[in-house]
């Protein structure tokens, strides 16, 4: 059977033992919102320039592992590739 939770206790007051004060001062900051973003932008744009060189490799005739461990950096290029 449901129950109505329509009370003072309903459910956007959760009981968690902490008081309001200390449950916003664990909220993170605007600068750490803003250094998460900047971190994943960079992350995009470094995942990007890896797709473009292994979509060159690949143009080159270079097969798929060989030109994925390079465009990502986990392997030697070959200087005639480039």
């Known amino acids: 059977m449901l129950r109505n939770f329509n009370g003072v206790l309903g459910f956007e007051h ?26 994943a932008w960079g992350d995009l744009r470094e995942g990007l320039a890896a797709h473009r060189e292994y979509e060159r490799l690949r143009a080159r005739g270079v097969p798929h592992a060989t030109a994925l461990r390079e465009s990502l950096g986990f392997g030697t290029c070959r200087s005639d590739d480039r």
């Open 14 to 39: 959760t009981h968690t033992g902490r008081t309001e004060r200390s449950a916003q001062g664990s909220a993170p900051g605007f600068w750490t919102v803003v250094s998460a973003l900047r971190a």
